[in-house]
């Protein structure tokens, strides 16, 4: 980036220093052109005042052969030279060539305007590019144009001259760019550097206005990504611990029928014990896989169209026996309900919170569950009659391995990881979840789930 910077300063300097370079001798040239001409202007207003134009009137009136014989100065050029035309264009005189073997000069730009407006000029190049010819062209009284040129430089030619002059300041001024570029580039970036090296004091480097809220949104990034850390180091320690339960009651029972201390009805206890404990275990470990495939899903999984009336029928029926050991009345409400969703998740979704509200709930409690359509959005609602959940810990049963009682949870078969693997589907489907609790009375979860456009 540095570098970058460097260059296009480089870059644009340079080119400033080149434009304005160009620019300044187009202008100076011009200004010279102006000058040249402004001086053969007064020398021609001179010649045709005084002597010399009364000289060049006489020539006028004598034939034209004989000043071009007498007229021309014999190959020495004068640095000004001066012609008289008359108004056919014939060349009456000429102070550098010979007049009567000049050719007509009717044609001439300059001339043509002297006879039209009065006065006339011109620039014309020379036959080698490093010198321009200036002509300024003057009506004299008697109807003949006087004509005095003068050769000076070309704007190449002074360019050619004033290249050394020009190519050291040219050179001075890139190098004074370079470094300017380069001190600039540093002091530019010098708060980005600052950011960097110091992330996570963003507010104590003094930084750019604009780079605030990139600087935050990093600063964010970078919180999330050592939250994301911390809480998967925490889910770690949380499994071996909730595996370790289950393990050690197995190792303790089979050793002790292992060692013949049980015997009898004691066999039979600890072989259902460790029975349950495996359950247990593999309960654990198909939750904590679960919740680890829904952690790398990507968030954007083509869907199907399924009904979640049907979804919540089916799942009603499966947990019918498992309500009836509890004395809990299981039902289902609602009616045909078709959206997009995948299938598996959204039967994990309703399996989960029906077998929250069955377990958490008193004997001779109700489950009801609903699906249907409110405000063109397919919601899903599972209410029971339960023990309900405390306020303060409302937000937190979403959290993997957050039980409110754990011994409740841990007699019911719960692995805590249950809702949070409703909160993974709910964001799959870019759904919103509700929850509505009081203890002793019950808990209501519901669903609401994208409308059909989504
Ligand atoms: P678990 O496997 O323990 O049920 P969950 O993640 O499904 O884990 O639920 C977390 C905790 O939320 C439960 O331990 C329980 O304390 C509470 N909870 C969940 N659903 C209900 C409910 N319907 N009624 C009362 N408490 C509930």
């Not at 052109?33 to 004598?62: C, H, I, P």
């Not at 056919?88 to 102070?95: I, T």
Request: glycine share 8%.
């Amino acid at each position: 980036m540095k570098k970058k910077i460097n260059r296009r300063l480089m870059f644009i300097s340079s080119m400033a220093v080149v434009i304005t370079f160009l620019s300044m001798a187009a202008v100076f040239y011009r200004i010279y052109q102006e000058q040249v001409l402004d001086d053969l202007r007064v020398y021609a207003y001179a010649l045709s005042d005084g002597a010399a134009a009364g000289a060049a009137q006489d020539m006028t009136v004598a034939e034209k052969g004989s000043y071009g014989e007498n007229g021309g100065s014999g190959g020495i050029s004068d640095p000004v030279r001066v012609t008289v035309i008359n108004p056919e264009g014939m060349v009456l005189y000429d102070s550098n060539a010979d007049a009567g073997r000049m050719d007509n000069h009717a044609d001439r730009p300059e001339i043509r305007e002297a006879f039209e407006c009065g006065e006339g000029s011109s620039i014309r190049q020379s036959s080698t590019m490093k010198k321009n010819t200036f002509y300024y062209t003057l009506l004299l009284q008697d109807g003949n144009v006087l004509r005095v040129a003068k050769e000076a430089h070309s704007i190449w030619s002074i360019l050619y001259s004033s290249m050394p002059v020009i190519f050291l300041s040219v050179c001075a001024l890139i190098l004074l760019c370079m470094l300017v570029s380069h001190y600039l580039t540093g002091s530019l970036l010098a708060p980005i550097e600052k950011i960097a090296a110091n992330m996570d004091n963003i507010e104590d480097n003094d930084i750019y206005e604009e780079l605030v809220p990139f600087a935050e949104t990093i600063r964010k990034q970078h919180e999330t990504i050592l939250h994301n850390a911390s809480m998967r180091q925490e889910f770690s320690a949380n499994v071996s611990h909730e595996l370790k339960t289950p393990l050690t009651a197995i190792s303790g029972y089979s050793e002790l029928i292992g060692n013949g201390m049980a015997s009898g009805d004691d066999v039979l206890r600890f072989a259902d014990e460790i029975h349950k404990s495996a359950n247990r275990l593999l309960t654990l470990i198909d939750d904590t896989i679960r919740l680890s495939e829904l952690d790398v899903i990507d968030k954007n999984i083509p869907f199907e169209d399924i009904d979640l009336y049907e979804i919540a029928k089916d799942n009603v029926e499966m947990l019918q026996l498992r309500a009836e050991d509890r004395s809990v009345l299981l039902s289902v409400e609602g009616g045909s309900c078709p959206m997009k969703g995948d299938r598996q998740m959204i039967e994990e979704l309703v399996y989960n919170l029906c077998d929250n509200a069955i377990n958490y709930n008193n004997a001779g409690g109700t489950v009801t569950v609903s699906a249907q359509k409110e405000e063109g959005r397919p919601v899903l609602r599972v209410r029971d009659t339960g023990i309900g959940i405390p306020e303060e810990y409302q937000e937190r049963i979403f959290e993997r391995f957050y039980r409110v009682d754990k011994s409740r949870s841990k007699s019911t078969g719960g692995t805590g990881l249950g809702l949070a693997i409703v909160k993974h589907i709910v964001a799959v489907h870019h759904a919103e979840i509700f929850l509505n609790s009081k203890v002793g009375k019950g808990t209501e979860f519901k669903i609401v789930f994208a409308g059909a456009s989504v």
